[in-house]
T-cell receptor, first 112, second 114 residues
Framework: KNQVEQSPQSLIILEGKNCTLQ??????????LRWYKQDTGRGPVSLTI?????NTKSNGRYTATLDADTKQSSLHITASQLSDSASYIC???????????FGGGTRLMVKP | NAGVTQTPKFHILKTGQSMTLQCAQD?????LSWYRQDPGMGLRRIHY???????DKGEVPDGYNVSRSNTEDFPLRLESAAPSQTSVYFC?????????????FGNGTRLTVT
């Protein structure tokens, strides 16, 4: 069964600190993996996409990594800001037909 | 562009009542889908459509109906609501023929069934 597991479920950090969120998947075949940010009361918004051939990709203070051999991805947030407080959702696309498997998300709280 | 618009934002239903959740997109996306989001669980797809006139079942379709008469609109109907349908519902759109196209989500409808 295709599964996406995210850890930790929740995380509290101080403003300015770094953090790393993990995503492990068992989806096969693999097409791509995308990280979404979901602010409270809003829909998820795409942060970055990782395809099979990509190991690292940055989007501002967000850096995503992908290890397709071990089926793991991480999202690293540098110099956190209060606005980073949100849920982060890992979504794996198993093929070209919009067959998506969603992780349960990591809820991040950044405190001043 | 407004993107994906969902109405209403909040609603309370009694068991057995019916209602329609509205979804409209103005990005000319062919793919539209409905998800429900429950605490501790990932988003689960209810129904989806790749083009007007074509709909299909997702992971959790029971108790829900959809129709797609045009490109823009994709309403979700609950014929006889049950407390188990208390959830936050999201509509999402994308280009169906572009493998790396992201989903564009609306801001959700929070539905409570009492």
């Amino acid at each position: 069964k295709n599964q996406v597991e995210q850890s930790p479920q929740s995380l509290i950090i101080l403003e300015g600190k770094n953090c790393t969120l993990q995503c492990n998947y068992t989806v096969s075949p693999f097409s791509n993996l995308r990280w979404y940010k979901q602010d409270t009361g809003r829909g998820p918004v795409s942060l970055t996409i990782m395809t099979f051939s990509e190991n690292t990709k940055s989007n501002g203070r967000y850096t995503a990594t992908l290890d397709a051999d071990t089926k793991q991805s991480s999202l690293h947030i540098t110099a956190s800001q209060l606005s980073d407080s949100a849920s982060y959702i890992c979504v794996v696309n198993g093929n070209a037909g919009n067959m998506l498997t969603f992780g349960g998300g990591t809820r991040l709280m950044v405190k001043p | 562009n407004a993107g994906v618009t969902q109405t209403p934002k909040f609603h309370i239903l009694k068991t057995g009542q019916s209602m329609t959740l509205q979804c409209a997109q103005d990005m000319n996306h062919g793919y539209l889908s409905w998800y429900r989001q429950d605490p501790g669980m990932g988003l689960r797809r209810i129904h989806y459509s790749v083009a007007a006139g074509i709909t299909d079942k997702g992971e959790v379709p029971d108790g829900y109906n959809v129709s797609r008469s045009n490109t823009e609109d994709f309403p979700l109907r609950l014929e006889s609501a049950a407390p188990s349908q208390t959830s936050v519902y999201f509509c999402a759109s994308s280009y169906p023929d572009r493998e790396n196209s992201p989903l564009h989500f609306g801001n959700g409808t929070r539905l409570t069934v009492t």
